[in-house]
């Protein structure tokens, strides 16, 4: 999908060259041409090869998390040789190198996840088998039907479906965002958010640059969206607060409204049987509230929560 032009590019955007990646950088690339009444190969999409993409058989906890998305691109954009970065946000780390920063997160998409192989929670058969190798989506699962089973599921989307298909589960999860970026939301029951909290950051498109480059920051700029930035630097504010890292069980919906923020974030034991919840309600910006929760979630943390959080103080 890079555009082979002969002339010099004004941006260059750098992707992982998963599909869903793919489908991202060409929304990114679409909304700015239009912002900026650019034609499309002036902006160039440059695929890079992602070390998340090359290792599939084990969970991505074990075989080093989420920097295992972000360190080529991370790479090629301190080397100059992208100007920035697209990231689905909720694979991009809470701490971020200090030369690098985000001048623009795109409207986010719808932030539910869906069940592929049952309509709903209730409907998922007695002590079916569950594809995914996400901690929050196994804990938050088996809290709420612990007659089920968690098997390791990896890959990217087709490859998900595959397996389900090939029966090595009998039900599996993906974000509502990635199957409509990919023309696949029919497969799919999107699970209500009074039942089942997402992840931080889900349904996001991030766009990082260098923090030093002026220029490339005012480009951004001009595809920022504010409520979006106001949810997630919320959600993200949460995670850093509660040292959490993606092994650890945690899911929290922040929701912009009427000018404020509602915050609701569930932890759990990894094997589901534990749970703790709390809320907190804020203007965009004002942080205190959202570590309040947290240290409040941290006090009450459980003997199998507590260790996969910030050791409460
Ligand atoms: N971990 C992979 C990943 N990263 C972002 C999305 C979905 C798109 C989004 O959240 O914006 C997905 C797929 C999934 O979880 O089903």
Redesign the pocket.
Known sequence: MTEASTSTPRLRLGTRNSP?AMA?AVETRTRLCAALGWAEEEVELVPVLASGDKVLDRP?AEIGGKAL?TKELDQWLGEGRIDASVH????VETIRPREFHFPAFLPR?D?R?CLVGAASIAAIPEGAIIGTS?PRRAAQLLNLRPDCKVVTFRG??AT?LGKLEAGEADVT???A???E?LGQSEVAHPLAQDEWIP?A?????AIECRADDAETTALLAAIDHAATRAELEAERALLAELGGTCHSPVAVLCELANGHLAMRAALFSPDGAERIEGSASFAPGDHAPVRALAADLLARATPGIAPHFRAAG
């Open positions: 869903l991202q991505l998305w689905s946000a909720k694979d998409a932030r996840d996400a990217n989307v998900r999860f993906l974000a965002a990635g199957l970026r992840a950051a889900q349904g996001v498109i």
